[in-house]
């Protein structure tokens, strides 16, 4: 007698032909890299070597001079061979030399802070003020800031 599912080889028998339910062969993996890389070219001995392009020179630096850097928790200014440079509570006021007809410094009126403005070429005055973190370091910072402004904006 004859039993569905039970036949001979290639019949759906365990073990014969097509795996039952729930025995199906892992699925194929992830395809590989590829073909492996070219062999080397064998080693020759007194080979030439190849000649590769001049070295080109550096890209030329920015005129090299004195900076100043004064910064507090929200303000900041600089002053380089580019020119002044505020930034006030993530805003940036960049003024190269060639549009900065002067730049003025004072201590604030109650000696916390360093005030520094810029007069644009245009008229309009621009301020940053930093506060000092301690009392050396304004009279420092006043100190530098006389010096590198001499050097790039000297009087006379």
Known sequence: ??????G?????????????YGHQPPPAGPPGFGPPPPAYAPHVPNA???????????APQA???????????HNSVVVDAQG??????????EFPWHVVRSAHYRPSPDGK??????????????????LAKRGGSLQ???GQLAA????????G
């Open 8 to 20: 001979g080889p290639g019949q759906g028998q365990p073990g014969y032909g097509q795996p039952g």
């Open 140 to 142: 420092e910072w006043l």
């Open 48 to 58: 030439p070597h190849p000649s590769y392009p001049a070295r080109t020179p550096p």
């Open 63 to 73: 005129p090299f001079g004195p900076d100043f850097l004064a910064a507090d928790r």
């Open 113 to 130: 802070a360093l005030m520094v403005a810029v007069v644009h070429v245009d008229g309009r005055v621009f301020e940053c003020v930093v």
């Open 148 to 155: 590198v402004l001499g050097h790039y904006r000297p009087m």
């Open 84 to 93: 002044v440079f505020f930034e006030m509570r993530g805003l940036t006021a």
């Open 1 to 6: 007698m004859h039993q569905p599912g039970y």
